[in-house]
Antibody, heavy 118, light 108 residues
Framework: QVQLVQSGAEVKMPGASVMVSCKVS????????IHWIRQAPGQGLEWVGWMNPNTGGTNYAQEFEGRVTMTRDTSISTAYMDLSRLTSDDTAVYYCARAFGRSSPDYWGQGTLVTVSS | ETVLTQSPGTLSLSPGERATLSCRASQSVTNVYLAWYQQKPGRAPRLVIF???RRATGIPDRFSGSGSGTDFTLTISRLEPEDSAVYYC?????????FGGGTKVQIK
């Protein structure tokens, strides 16, 4: 069965960086885009960007440009999201989700809570 | 950016009643690029409807989607207690991909 399993919760200081991983199984990793979406406590969903695991190509939401980097390791079917220069506004649950080309993300990871606090 | 506005913010209905959720886009969205998600507390969103009206795998037929252009609707024909959740619409025709603010469905 399709699964996306994310890394565990993180606590970071303001100004630091965080890397969240998303290991997939049950399907061909390079056949589906990986989206990253976040949700601040008690808030709605906010798209961060997508990566094409086949080519490494990316598309980031403008507000994250320059701070986010999405990469992958195809040998272990894992996608990564690195977010730098963290502030308290980055405190959120970060989800990875797969999508077939330009289609709605269908399977999602369980989420990773990133807390930014001094 | 395509802004999606959902209404109402909260819907409180009894089991067996019909729920109608609205999603209005700030610019026209092609049908194949509109989806709906269900999210329960502490859980990841779950795809309910894609391509405006197609049910995702495992979604019961009491869920249906419709609409075109800038106005889209998710209907739950006969509410069940397990339908209690927040529902989000989403468009991915234009970048950035955007979500509506959500409609909370409460079962009395």
């Amino acid at each position: 069965q399709v699964q996306l399993v994310q890394s565990g919760a993180e606590v970071k200081m303001p100004g630091a960086s965080v890397m969240v991983s998303c290991k997939v199984s049950g399907y061909a990793f390079t056949g589906f885009y990986i989206h990253w979406i976040r949700q601040a406590p008690g808030q709605g969903l906010e798209w961060v960007g997508w990566m094409n695991p086949n080519t490494g190509g990316t598309n980031y939401a403008q507000e994250f440009e320059g701070r986010v980097t999405m990469t992958r390791d195809t040998s272990i079917s894992t996608a990564y999201m690195d977010l730098s220069r963290l502030t308290s506004d980055d405190t959120a649950v970060y989800y990875c989700a797969r999508a077939f080309g330009r289609s709605s993300p269908d399977y999602w990871g369980q989420g990773t809570l990133v807390t930014v606090s001094s | 950016e395509t802004v999606l506005t959902q209404s109402p913010g909260t819907l409180s209905l009894s089991p067996g009643e019909r729920a109608t959720l609205s999603c209005r886009a700030s610019q026209s969205v092609t049908n194949v690029y509109l989806a709906w998600y269900q999210q329960k507390p502490g859980r990841a969103p779950r795809l309910v409807i894609f391509d405006t009206s197609r049910r995702a795998t495992g979604i019961p037929d009491r869920f249906s989607g419709s609409g075109s252009g800038t106005d889209f609707t998710l209907t739950i024909s006969r509410l069940e207690p397990e339908d209690s959740a927040v529902y989000y619409c989403q468009q991915f025709e234009t970048s950035p991909l955007t979500f509506g603010g959500g409609t909370k469905v409460q079962i009395k």
